[in-house]
């Protein structure tokens, strides 16, 4: 088993917290070096790719990296990144810092060793107005591992193109109502992380549909 981080955005913690969201996609990124050597690619649905010269579910000779799912596979774990910000830090005999999270205005308190906390409090001196409601939000790339609350495990993984979304897998992605308005609020969503990077809605890009459950929540 292995455990990789995963970024998740603010309305999508809450969604897993409530137990809504069991599902994720992420955009397939395949490896420049494949792109080249085959005219047409696709991603194998049970995670392997395959191109004009190389058998469904199999890797052409020499390009065996950058085929398979980076987050995983099924049994791994993945732990979340959210936005957060530093609180109060204690040293005492057991050293504690206190996380805010901002997706659900909550915090929680995690013991830690002496360097840590010590790493954390020189940081937490130079910002201002730290805490609930502060302005100083760490973006969530930057969450070190012993702060994340949340941990998942896949439980099955696949790949797909976006558009093959149906109310299903909207309802596994914390979407809610009829399939027109789910599918409308995930369009949103998608572009609102993904658009920037050129992997709009419509355009329909290859996708990691990952279903997980929770294995450790300490909200």
């Known amino acids: ?75 791994d774990r993945l732990w979340v990144r959210e936005t957060w910000t530093l609180g109060e830090i204690s040293f005492g005999d057991s ?36 805490g609930n409601g502060g302005d ?9 591992r012993w702060a994340s609350r949340i941990v998942l495990e896949i439980t099955k993984i696949k790949a797909e193109r976006l558009l093959d979304l149906d109310i299903t897998g909207l309802e596994k992605e914390g979407m809610s109502g009829e399939l027109s308005q789910a599918s409308r609020k995930f369009q949103n969503l998608w572009d609102s992380i993904n658009a920037k990077k050129g992997y709009f809605f419509q355009t329909n890009p290859w996708v990691w549909v990952i279903e997980f459950k929770v294995v450790k929540n300490v909200a």
């Open 1 to 75: 088993m292995k455990e990789r981080p995963i970024l998740f955005s603010g309305e999508m913690v809450r969604a897993i917290l409530e137990g809504r969201k069991t599902q994720t996609r992420r955009v397939i990124k395949p490896s420049k070096s494949f792109r080249t050597q085959c005219e047409t690619y696709e991603p194998h649905p049970v995670g392997g790719w395959h191109g004009h010269d190389g058998e469904k579910g199999s890797v052409p000779a020499g390009y065996d990296e950058g085929f398979y799912c980076p987050y995983g596979q099924p049994g």
């Open 95 to 130: 050293p504690t810092i206190k996380i805010w999270y901002r997706s659900d205005d909550s915090s929680l308190v995690f013991s830690v060793n002496e360097n840590q906390a010590q790493r954390y409090a020189d940081k937490l001196e130079q910002l201002e107005d730290v």
């Open 136 to 144: 100083n939000w760490q973006p969530s790339i930057y969450m070190p």
